[in-house]
């Protein structure tokens, strides 16, 4: 029984990037050797690791929660766990504990799963897009471009995509400006989970933060200085919210309301 229990083979190509592939079953017994194969390719100093379940015949919940605190650490580390071949249980699962953020990867079926009250829920593919940037203003274009690719791939009209694009632009320029200072030795982080049914973005900077409720509601007649950015972004995307937890998150939430072939944006 044992052996049966410890039915794994785990093998790292050499390609760059590697790609970790596991056989057989996933369980408490043998997760910590998964692990172990994902710590050496970070040691190693890869940015990107693809984590190839195709051949899993089994994942209990420990090891699955063991995969994701690999893809989270591999985040923190400014890299990321590419997810191919995951089954059915792997999704299913995944969609239960909403481990998508996790990972750079498409995989049917698994929904972007959002907090209760969200504007809209995903129940389509997910495919996650990260990146970091230097806090400087040059960079600025630079991430914006890296966004539009995503805005691209998706459904939204052109007046939607540009939509997106300008609060996605505030929010950058906010981080760049007040998160950090114009100071190009922080970075800001940008996350863009793209799903069938909306976009979720993502943009944190090391900041301390501020009082969202307390920001001016701008009128045609106010020339308030300060909020009049975030004003614009909420009026723009269909949810913007905020997290403060020694850094400041500002995510953007733009749901899909049209069935169109995606546009370019010019």
Known sequence: MASVMSDLKISVSRDV????????????????????????????????????????RYIDSSALSTLIRCAAKAMEMGASVELTGASDQVSRVLTLCGAAVYFSSLVEDVPVCGGQGSACVDH???????????????????AR?????????????????????IAVGEAIA????????CNPEHRIAIKCVAGSRRLSIDVTDPGAGFLPDVVPDHRP??????????????????????????STTVRLVKCVNTVTDPVAVN
Not at 17 to 45: I, W, Y
Not at 174 to 181: E, K, M, P, T, Y
Request: net charge neutral.
């Open 17 to 56: 990037p590697p790609t970790v592939k596991l056989r057989g079953q996933v369980d408490f017994h043998n997760r910590d050797r998964m692990s172990e194969a994902f710590e050496r390719c970070l040691k190693a100093g890869h940015r990107t690791i693809r984590a190839d379940l195709s051949e899993v």
């Open 124 to 142: 389509g593919f997910w495919r996650v897009s990260s990146f970091s940037v230097p806090a400087c203003p040059e960079t600025a274009a630079m």
């Open 145 to 165: 471009c890296r966004v539009e690719e995503v805005v691209r791939s998706m459904p939204f009209t052109r007046s939607e995509a540009q939509d997106i694009l």
């Open 174 to 181: 906010n981080a760049i400006r007040h998160g950090c200072l």
């Open 221 to 246: 007649d106010s020339m308030v200085e300060g909020g009049m950015g975030i004003y614009m972004m909420r009026q723009l995307v269909d949810e913007v919210l905020f997290r403060f937890d020694g």
